[in-house]
C-alpha cells in the first residue's frame, strides 16, 4: 500500500563514522608478537587420552577498524584441536561483522563452537546471523549441546568425545553466595534477577538433556557464574557481569570445565560456589587463545573395591 509521507522523504543512508583506534585497549601487547599459545594442563578423570582445548573472548569486531585476530587464528591447527569462543564476537551484532569474524574462524582449521555474548545480542537479524556462522562452519550454541569427537593427541587409536554445553548467560549478581553487593530491589534489577533465573533454567535443562556418554563435558558461556574470576572489576559492576544462579545450576551435573568471557578486568582462573573450574578468557585478559591440554586422571575408587 503507498505510503505519503514516505515517498515525500528523501532516503538517506546513515555513514559509518570511523572510531579512532586505541592499540592498549584493542591490541593487547602479546596478541601478536608470534610466540605460541599460553598453555594450562588440567586432569580429567576418566579421560582416555590428551586432547587440546584452545578458548577465547571477547573479539568485539566492527567493521570501521582493523581486525587483527584472522593470523592469529589460522595458528590454532598447529596448536590445539578444537577452539571455544565464549561470546562477543562482534560489538555492534551487524552481519557484516558477523562475517568478518566467521571466515577468520573458519580459518583456524579446527572445529569451532561459540555462544552470544551481550553485544551480539543486538543483532535484529537472528536468522542471518545463524546462517552467516553455519556457512562458515562454526557451531553457535545457544541453550543447546554438542558432541565434538576428537583425535587423540598421544597417538592411541581411541578418539576422545567431548560434550559441550552452551549458553550467553546474563547478569544478575553473585549476592549472597559470594562477595557483592545487594543491590535494592526496584524494577530494573528484578527484571535482571528474572531473567538470569531464565537463563539459569535453560542451562539447568539443556545439561540434564545433554548426553552422558562422553569423556569429558564442559560449560561454554559469556557471563561469569562466579565472583572469582572477575579480578579487578568495580564491585558495583558484578551485577552485570554474572550471576550465581548459573553456579547452581553447572554445581548440579557434572561438568569438568567452565570457560566464559565478558570480564574485560577480571582474572583468568577461578571456580564456582560448589568447586567448578572456571576460566575467563577474555582477550582484554589472556591476550590471545590459552590452549587447556585436557589429560586424563586418576578414577574414583568405587565402595566395595568395584573398577
Given at each position: 500500500?503507498?505510503?505519503?509521507l514516505?515517498?515525500?522523504?528523501?532516503?538517506?543512508?546513515?555513514?559509518v563514522?570511523?572510531?579512532?583506534?586505541?592499540?592498549?585497549?584493542?591490541?593487547?601487547?602479546?596478541?601478536?608478537d608470534?610466540q605460541?599459545?599460553?598453555?594450562?594442563r588440567?586432569?580429567?578423570?576418566?579421560?582416555?587420552?590428551?586432547?587440546?582445548?584452545?578458548?577465547?573472548?571477547?573479539?568485539?569486531?566492527?567493521?570501521?577498524?582493523?581486525?587483527p585476530?584472522?593470523?592469529?587464528?589460522?595458528?590454532?591447527?598447529?596448536?590445539?584441536?578444537?577452539?571455544?569462543?565464549?561470546?562477543?564476537?562482534?560489538?555492534?551484532?551487524?552481519?557484516?561483522?558477523?562475517?568478518?569474524?566467521?571466515?577468520?574462524?573458519?580459518?583456524?582449521?579446527?572445529?569451532?563452537?561459540?555462544?552470544?555474548?551481550?553485544?551480539?545480542?543486538?543483532c535484529?537479524?537472528?536468522v542471518?546471523?545463524?546462517?552467516?556462522?553455519?556457512?562458515?562452519?562454526?557451531?553457535?550454541?545457544?541453550?543447546?549441546?554438542?558432541?565434538?569427537?576428537?583425535?587423540?593427541?598421544?597417538?592411541?587409536?581411541?578418539?576422545?568425545?567431548?560434550?559441550?554445553?552452551?549458553?550467553?548467560g546474563?547478569?544478575?549478581?553473585?549476592w549472597?553466595?559470594?562477595?557483592?553487593?545487594?543491590l535494592?530491589?526496584?524494577?530494573?534489577?528484578?527484571?535482571?534477577?528474572?531473567?538470569?533465573?531464565?537463563e539459569?533454567a535453560?542451562?539447568?535443562?539443556?545439561?540434564a538433556?545433554?548426553?552422558?556418554d562422553?569423556?569429558?563435558?564442559?560449560?561454554?558461556?559469556?557471563?561469569?557464574?562466579t565472583?572469582?574470576?572477575?579480578?579487578?572489576?568495580?564491585?558495583?559492576?558484578?551485577?552485570?557481569?554474572?550471576?550465581?544462579?548459573?553456579?547452581?545450576?553447572?554445581?548440579r551435573?557434572?561438568?569438568?570445565?567452565?570457560?566464559?568471557?565478558?570480564?574485560?578486568?577480571?582474572?583468568?582462573?577461578?571456580?564456582?560456589?560448589?568447586?567448578?573450574?572456571?576460566?575467563n578468557?577474555?582477550?582484554?585478559?589472556?591476550?590471545?587463545?590459552?590452549?587447556?591440554?585436557?589429560?586424563?586422571?586418576?578414577?574414583?575408587?568405587?565402595?566395595?573395591?568395584?573398577?
Amino acid at each position: 500500500m503507498p505510503n505519503p509521507l514516505r515517498d515525500r522523504l528523501p532516503r538517506r543512508r546513515t555513514p559509518v563514522r570511523k572510531a579512532p583506534v586505541d592499540r592498549g585497549r584493542w591490541f593487547p601487547a602479546d596478541l601478536l608478537d608470534g610466540q605460541p599459545f599460553a598453555r594450562e594442563r588440567l586432569l580429567v578423570q576418566g579421560l582416555p587420552a590428551p586432547v587440546r582445548v584452545a578458548a577465547i573472548a571477547d573479539f568485539h569486531a566492527r567493521i570501521d577498524r582493523p581486525f587483527p585476530f584472522p593470523s592469529l587464528l589460522a595458528t590454532v591447527r598447529d596448536q590445539a584441536d578444537l577452539l571455544l569462543v565464549a561470546g562477543d564476537l562482534t560489538d555492534n551484532g551487524r552481519i557484516e561483522e558477523f562475517a568478518l569474524v566467521a571466515w577468520a574462524l573458519h580459518d583456524a582449521g579446527v572445529p569451532v563452537v561459540v555462544v552470544p555474548g551481550n553485544h551480539d545480542r543486538r543483532c535484529l537479524r537472528r536468522v542471518a546471523m545463524r546462517e552467516t556462522l553455519a556457512d562458515a562452519g562454526v557451531i553457535l550454541l545457544d541453550g543447546g549441546s554438542t558432541i565434538v569427537t576428537l583425535p587423540a593427541t598421544d597417538g592411541t587409536d581411541r578418539p576422545v568425545r567431548l560434550g559441550i554445553v552452551g549458553i550467553g548467560g546474563y547478569g544478575g549478581g553473585f549476592w549472597p553466595d559470594e562477595a557483592g553487593p545487594r543491590l535494592p530491589l526496584h524494577r530494573a534489577t528484578q527484571a535482571f534477577a528474572i531473567r538470569a533465573r531464565r537463563e539459569a533454567a535453560r542451562l539447568d535443562a539443556t545439561l540434564a538433556a545433554a548426553p552422558d556418554d562422553v569423556d569429558a563435558r564442559l560449560v561454554l558461556m559469556h557471563y561469569s557464574p562466579t565472583a572469582t574470576t572477575l579480578g579487578r572489576e568495580p564491585i558495583v559492576k558484578y551485577w552485570m557481569l554474572g550471576n550465581v544462579e548459573l553456579a547452581r545450576a553447572i554445581d548440579r551435573h557434572h561438568v569438568d570445565l567452565v570457560i566464559h568471557g565478558h570480564a574485560h578486568l577480571g582474572n583468568p582462573s577461578g571456580k564456582t560456589i560448589g568447586g567448578t573450574r572456571v576460566r575467563n578468557v577474555a582477550t582484554q585478559v589472556i591476550g590471545k587463545p590459552v590452549v587447556y591440554d585436557l589429560v586424563p586422571g586418576p578414577v574414583p575408587a568405587v565402595e566395595g573395591g568395584a573398577k
